[in-house]
């Protein structure tokens, strides 16, 4: 399975921007889905997931009431609709995808939330 993102930017605070990861090869081994975000120094940390038929989804608490993840399975693309975007948001976010055979990782996509 490869993963490629895109619609990482620069933008204000309080700015959104959507993130999507399109998914592409042996997409019907794939499970679960998720969002990671690494910030310069820190480590790399979840921002939320999906399961495979996009009935549950779940949050850290740092983004919850502000990111919306989704996942359109006809297009094999997963979504990040983020809002009220804040200075510390700012990252690489990564597409995770939980696979048959394994985890799948895309390149990142940059966001950077200036102030």
């Known amino acids: 399975v490869q993963l490629v993102e895109s619609g990482g930017g620069l933008v204000q605070v309080g700015g959104s921007l959507r993130l999507s990861c399109a998914a592409s090869?042996?997409?019907?081994?794939?499970?679960?889905m998720a969002w990671y975000r690494q910030a310069p120094g820190k480590q790399r940390e979840y921002v939320a997931g999906i399961t495979s038929d996009g009935d549950s989804t779940n949050y850290a608490e740092s983004v919850k009431g502000r990111f919306t993840i989704s996942r359109d399975s006809v297009e094999n693309t997963m979504y990040l609709q983020m809002l009220s975007l804040k200075p510390e948001d700012t990252a690489v976010y990564y597409c995770?995808?939980?696979?048959?055979?394994?985890?799948?990782w895309g390149q990142g996509t940059q966001v950077t939330v200036s102030s």
């Open positions: 090869g042996s997409t019907f081994s794939i499970n679960a």
């Open positions: 995770f995808a939980e696979t048959r055979w394994g985890p799948s």
